[in-house]
């Protein structure tokens, strides 16, 4: 059983048991996530696709940490100006860990 989850802007394919790294989340650790947002769940053969959402569907999962990602480095140089940009970024994100699928 597998589900297509919409969190903030951008979507992920989950599976019971998976980890996945979503943008950062106001949560504590240890503590359970519920997304309505399922655009998409597949059980054995039949697969129901939501008008945006599948009524019903929803995801809880658990909250396991939090990262950074790798650093992002953006130089914007001016030739002949004697003008150079240094700018760096690190993203954040919120390891969840996918703990059921329900569909009622």
């Avoid at 980890?19 to 650790?29: G, P």
């Avoid at 997304?35 to 769940?41: A, E, M, Q, R």
């Avoid at 999962?61 to 940009?85: E, F, L, M, P, Q």
Wanted: a positive charge.
């Amino acid at each position: 059983m597998y589900a297509i989850v919409e969190v903030g802007a951008k979507q992920y394919v989950v599976k019971k048991g998976d980890v996945i790294e979503v943008e950062k989340l106001d949560k504590e650790e240890g503590k359970d996530i519920l997304f309505d947002k399922v655009l998409l769940v597949s059980k054995e053969k039949k697969i129901e696709i939501g008008q945006p959402y599948v009524s019903g569907a929803s995801i809880v999962a658990t909250v396991t940490g939090a990262t950074k990602g790798a650093k992002v480095v953006c130089y914007k140089y001016r030739r002949r100006k004697s003008k150079d940009w240094k700018v760096g970024h690190r993203q954040k994100f919120t390891e969840l860990k996918i703990k059921e699928i329900e569909l009622s």
